[in-house]
Every structure is written in structure tokens, then in C-alpha cells.
């Protein structure tokens, strides 16, 4: 049993409508659901809840409401951020949809796939692809991350450049909110103008005013034709630039276009097994650049050949290398995808994910490398990321041989240094990754005035004993973890 067990009214309800396989409690059960991807937070919980449809989900959710009891959705627990972690006291329940996973329909005339939350994004891509079609995100953690964590955080990965962040791909919801109240937004509508669009307001909300059920995902065609290259540069600089002179020639051609800094590549290369650079030698930094058509006959590779070689010819680029087969695509972009692992097999890491506009990135990279470095004599410095969308994971490890404590210790110190640069350049203290709970004291300061005011409006209509995730996007009260938002004056 957990530390902190349930009222017997609400346990014997909850295990009768879930059933044992619903309804966890052995610690040895819910600990993996306590514990975020990083090992950064370690929570506790009175009890996994893993309802099996909306109805379950919407009954589960009631309950606990009526109860009083704070719930912390989760998907495929793959934040960055500690988003989907349970605090320390025990009080709280995780609902978890993993046991929803139907794709229920996928629609060839719209374009369209509706899933079920639990659904990952692999799993999606799949269906997607064995009807000829494009499920165009893509992210490092597809495997386990699922469609309703996705549509939580507002997830971006490598093809937004093309296609845009998980909120551009979503037509439909439905979901949970606090009180149990299903939302039914599943409407195939591109054009719906009908008052408020309230599915963007679940959309990035980390699971602070419901729980995601089902969606409504929008598709494309499959590519029939892709060209990808591996690009040795000088810098952030040197990178922009040859992104620019793709978008000269053929901006609809381009899916992805990624950077890696020389630190994060060596530590790919040295750390994770089955990587390796193939180039004469190493760089400095590196463009992982993807273009992708659905016309079988496209020219994608003259148009790959020709700025490649101009950019060789001017000295843009030092080495390049296209892939000549699929399983070559697919061992460039493990050089890129591993680079989260490759850091956390290194050490210690703090992370960074911040978006500046296009043309401060190599600002940003400079000068918060020097920040840094200064503050921490030996930090490996390992940006990397979606460029082409100013998205970049200005991530920090640990000097080699420094004790891991130690240096998470600083955590806040080396954000803050970063974060002072992003706010100066007009940027974002989160891109894609989410606040949390790892970001929320930066609210405050970053997202204050009439901004934040909003925010707490809202959360309080729809949350107002503030039981759906709590302690996320806003800073907890200090010794409880559960901050009850002030009513404001209307």
C-alpha cells in the first residue's frame, strides 16, 4: 500500500470501476509513475489510476473531484521538465492513459486520424504510414511519448520547420476536465469560427485544465522522394546561412533542418553505441538537413547537390555527406536523435529549451556559452536543435570528473544566466519542452501583468480548488505543493 492511501469510500469506488488492472497502489506498482525520465524528481502517489476509455477516465476524475484529492495526468512520461511527476506529499493520484490506445479511424479524403490519448506517436506514425500516409511530428521520444502528453505540451520536434508544432496538426479534442465533465471538441472542421477555440486552450496546458482523450490529427501525403545530408559548419552562423540559401532555392522542399554543436556530436559519437561521424574529421558544428516530397519524380536531389555545392565551393560548408539508402538516412538522423541520451550518459545536465528569432541564434550561443563557461570553469557546453524554427536545447553537462550533486545544485544559476540572454534577444524560456514544475519560478518575472493575471483567470474558472495538476506552470506554495490560485476581482 502507499504511504498515503486514499479514503475507503473513493479506493473502493475507484477499484470498482477500473478493476485491479485500472487501479495501482503497490508502491512497487506506482513508483515508475513517480519518477520523471531525468531522475530529476522523485514524487509519491496515493495510487496510478489507468482508466481504459473517456467514460472510465470522466468517472475516475469525478470521484477524485468530489474527494478532493489533486490528480497529475500522464502520458508516456517522457518530460523534460518534471511535468507529468507527482509532488512529495503522497496526497495526489496519476492518471495515466496508457490502457487508451485505439486508433480509431483514419480518413483519406480529409487527411485526418483520430486516436485515442495513450496512442504513441510511433505507434501513429505506423498506422499512418501503412495507409501511404504522413503523421509529419517526429520527436526523439516518439517511441513511448503519446498523443495526449503531445497535444499537452504542445510538443514541436524535427519537422516543425515544414509543419508546425503539434497545435497546428490538431483539428479535434476531447477531454477531461477537473470536475469530470467530458469536453467533446472532435470536429473534422478547418474552418469553425463558433465563439472561443477551446481546444487550443488545452493544447500546452500540461495537463493543468484536463486530461486529453481523444483527437483528431491532421495528415499529409507521404514523401515518395527524400534527400538528406550531414553538414560540417563553422557555426550557428555558418548554419543559418545555409538554411537561407535552401529556402532561396526551395523552401517547400525543406522538412527539417537541424544544428549540432561539436561538444554534443563528440558526446554522441564517444557515448552511444552504433554512432559514428562520417566525415573525414570533426567540426566545430553541424546542419542535419532533410528535404522531402510527395512527387516520386521530384528533383530533390539536384536541388540537395547544387546548394551543396555552392556552399562547399564558398566555404560554407567544409564536408558533407548525403545518404545513398534509407538505412544511411536513418544513421544520420540517430546522430542527431541520440543526443538527449548521449548527454545524460555523460553526467549531470541541465537543460535549456529556449527559442530566440533566426537571426540572434548565433548571439545566443555565444554569449551564453561565455556566461557559462564563466560561472562553471569546465562545463561542457552542448546546444543543439531545431534551428531552422529558432528552437535550440542550449543544454549544460557537467565538467568531466565533477561530483553530479554538486553541480545540479547550480541548476538555477546556470538557467538564470541563460535565461537573462534569451530575455534580452526577445525569446522564450520554454520552446517546446513545457514549464513544469523545473521552470515555474521563472514565471513571475518572464509571464506577469495582465499575461499571467489571464492565466490565473482561467485556471481558476475551470480549476478552482486547483486539483489538476498542480504545482505545474505556476510556482507552489512552499511546505504543501498545492497552491490554491487567489480569486481575483472581476
Known amino acids: 500500500m502507499p504511504e498515503t492511501a486514499l479514503p475507503a469510500p473513493l479506493h473502493d469506488a475507484l477499484l470498482a470501476l477500473l478493476g485491479p488492472a485500472g487501479f495501482l497502489t503497490d508502491t512497487t506498482d506506482t ?248 566525415l573525414e574529421q570533426p567540426a566545430p558544428a553541424y546542419a542535419l538537413v532533410e528535404l522531402a516530397s510527395p512527387r516520386a519524380g521530384s528533383s530533390l536531389r539536384d536541388l540537395m547537390e547544387d546548394v551543396l555545392g555552392q556552399a562547399l565551393e564558398s566555404g560554407l560548408v567544409s564536408d558533407a555527406v548525403l545518404a545513398e539508402s534509407e538505412t544511411q538516412r536513418l544513421e544520420l538522423w540517430k546522430l542527431r536523435e541520440e543526443h538527449a541520451e548521449a548527454q545524460k550518459r555523460a553526467g549531470a545536465s541541465v537543460k535549456n529549451d529556449v527559442s530566440v528569432p533566426l537571426p540572434a541564434i548565433p548571439t545566443l550561443i555565444a554569449e551564453a556559452t561565455k556566461a557559462c563557461e564563466a560561472l562553471i570553469p569546465g562545463i561542457r557546453v552542448a546546444p543543439f536543435g531545431h534551428i531552422g524554427d529558432g528552437n535550440i536545447h542550449f543544454n549544460l553537462v557537467q565538467p568531466e570528473g565533477a561530483n553530479p550533486e554538486t553541480f545540479l545544485a547550480r541548476d538555477h544559476d546556470i538557467m538564470d544566466a541563460v535565461a537573462a540572454i534569451v530575455r534580452r534577444l526577445d525569446g522564450s524560456f520554454s520552446a517546446e519542452h513545457g514549464v513544469g514544475q523545473l521552470k515555474t519560478y521563472l514565471m513571475p518575472s518572464w509571464r506577469g501583468g495582465a499575461e499571467l493575471t489571464t492565466m490565473h483567470r482561467i485556471k481558476n474558472a475551470m480549476d478552482p480548488t486547483n486539483l489538476m495538476n498542480p504545482g505545474k506552470i505556476f510556482p507552489p506554495d512552499r511546505g504543501t505543493g498545492h497552491k490554491i490560485l487567489p480569486k481575483l476581482p472581476t
Open 31 to 278: 513508483s515508475p509513475f513517480c519518477t520523471d525520465w531525468r531522475a530529476l524528481y522523485h514524487g509519491r502517489c496515493a495510487a496510478v489510476l489507468r482508466p481504459a476509455t473517456t467514460e472510465e477516465c470522466a468517472q475516475a476524475v469525478a470521484l477524485c473531484h468530489d474527494h478532493g484529492v489533486p490528480m497529475v495526468p500522464q502520458g508516456g512520461n517522457t518530460s523534460m521538465v518534471g511535468g507529468a511527476t507527482p509532488d512529495g506529499s503522497g496526497r495526489s493520484v496519476v492518471v495515466s492513459t496508457t490502457r487508451m490506445r485505439r486508433v480509431i479511424a483514419i480518413e483519406h479524403t480529409d487527411l485526418t486520424m483520430t486516436v485515442e490519448a495513450g496512442v504513441t506517436l510511433k505507434a501513429a506514425q505506423d498506422a499512418a504510414a501503412a495507409e501511404g500516409l504522413l503523421l509529419p511530428l517526429s520527436i526523439s521520444s516518439e517511441g513511448s511519448a503519446d498523443i495526449g502528453g503531445i497535444l499537452s505540451t504542445n510538443a514541436g520536434g524535427n519537422n516543425t520547420v515544414r509543419y508546425g508544432n503539434a497545435r497546428e496538426l490538431a483539428l479535434g479534442l476531447e477531454a477531461v476536465l477537473p470536475d469530470g465533465t467530458v469536453l467533446d471538441l472532435m470536429r473534422r472542421l478547418r474552418k469553425d469560427n463558433t465563439g472561443y477555440a477551446l481546444r487550443q486552450l488545452l493544447i500546452g496546458a500540461e495537463g493543468t485544465l484536463g486530461i486529453i482523450t481523444r483527437a483528431i490529427i491532421q495528415l499529409q501525403p507521404a514523401p515518395r522522394a527524400r534527400e538528406t545530408a550531414l553538414c560540417a559548419v563553422a557555426d550557428a552562423k555558418a548554419a543559418l546561412d545555409l538554411f537561407a540559401a535552401f529556402r532561396r532555392e526551395d523552401p517547400s522542399a525543406i522538412q527539417a533542418f537541424e544544428f549540432m554543436s561539436g561538444v554534443s556530436m563528440a558526446l554522441v559519437n564517444t557515448l552511444v553505441e552504433g554512432a559514428s561521424l562520417p
